[in-house]
């Protein structure tokens, strides 16, 4: 009777890992078209929604990914 309680908050624990998953990541398929909504930026109300292929939102992924690292790393010249 003692172990039901433990293996409730044992469930309770794991469920909001689970539920922030996203749901396109077992996506398998490149063609597969994803679409995500966004909030505009400056507005409380407005929302955009963008729609593209698993492949297109994984590429965009990697550009912003590899835009981000190069700012990081730029290191202005000291001198005269």
């Known amino acids: 009777m003692r172990r039901l309680p433990i293996l ?23 063609n597969k078209m994803i679409c995500r909504t966004e909030e505009v930026i400056g507005s409380r109300l407005a929302s955009k929604r963008t729609c593209m292929t698993a492949q297109q939102w994984e590429d965009m992924r990697r550009e912003q990914r590899t835009t981000v690292d190069r700012i990081q790393a730029f290191k202005p010249q000291q001198g005269s």
């Open 8 to 30: 409730l908050l044992a469930l309770l624990a794991v469920a909001p890992a689970e539920a922030r998953k996203p749901r396109d990541v077992d996506s398998k398929d490149p």
